[in-house]
């Protein structure tokens, strides 16, 4: 049997990949020496295995985490972003956080033209930077390595120049309380976005109603929209739309 603890450990892992001791004790806000523990117990059990200093689940250690996430729940992140794609125009501007469902939208934009994109992603910027006339922007600053995003201070200084009709974000966990994400740069950059925009999108599919995130991205009152695959809970539903927003399901 898994202690909570343990199983907050294996969640991370599968949203973030490889991880050392010391950020996982910074998200479960306990010591290193309890994550060791933690992590020895679920080493033994054949939960994880570790690699260089971190650890990582069992049989994806060699594979990015960013490409694994590509393949979770691919064809409810596909249909969100086909809705959200259907809703904006050629030669419309669009401000875009990284995330593995706006990779997906940004898939389904390549059919567009004459878009201006500002993303943070380098996925999304290869994707869609040659596509149609489009101008795209990307912001600077440290890659993450798992993602290929940038943070930091110099890429929210740079993405808050723009003001875009679409700022759309993916989201780590969403409950009745709002928009939530597990790490303070992702949940900066996101709520950065949606101030730079008109039409606030936030995307995200089932899998992430009723996880609690570390960090708060914004209240649902801070959203225009929110955009999944399937039916929220109950009191996602009502506290959405008691702030006046509106659901999308695709």
């Known amino acids: 049997m898994l202690s909570s603890r343990q199983d907050r450990i294996i969640t991370f892992l599968q949203d973030r990949g490889r991880m050392g001791a010391g950020e996982l004790a910074t998200l479960l806000g306990v010591s290193a020496e309890t994550v060791r523990r933690d992590v020895r117990g679920l080493e033994d059990a054949g939960h994880l295995v570790r690699a260089h200093g971190a650890v990582g689940l069992a049989g994806q250690l060699g594979e990015a985490p960013f490409e694994r996430r590509m393949r979770e729940n691919a064809e409810a992140k596909r249909r969100i972003a086909r809705a959200v794609a259907a809703t904006i ?3 419309e501007a669009v401000m875009l956080d990284t995330g593995t469902t706006t990779s997906f939208l940004a898939r389904e934009l390549v059919r567009h033209r004459g878009l ?14 040659t596509q149609n006339g489009n101008r795209v922007y990307m912001a600077g600053g ?5 993602s290929g995003a940038a943070f930091g201070k110099s890429a929210l200084d740079f993405v808050a120049q723009f003001s875009v009709r679409h700022a759309v974000i993916s989201a780590g966990a969403v409950d009745g309380g709002g928009i939530m994400d597990v790490d303070l740069d ?10 730079r925009g008109e039409r606030r999108i936030v995307v995200t599919d089932h ?4 996880r609690r995130g570390l960090i708060r991205v914004c209240g649902f009152d ?11 809970p109950p009191e996602v539903a009502e506290a959405l739309a008691a702030a006046g927003g509106r659901l999308i399901v695709a």
């Open 207 to 210: 899998t992430k109603f009723g």
């Open 142 to 146: 440290e890659l993450r390595p798992d």
């Open 222 to 232: 801070g959203i225009g929209e929110l955009v999944t695959d399937l039916p929220p």
């Open 89 to 91: 125009r050629d030669g």
């Open 116 to 129: 201006t994109v500002i993303t943070n992603s380098s996925d999304i910027a290869r994707t869609l930077a």
């Open 186 to 195: 992702e949940a900066e950059f996101a709520r950065m976005v949606l101030a």
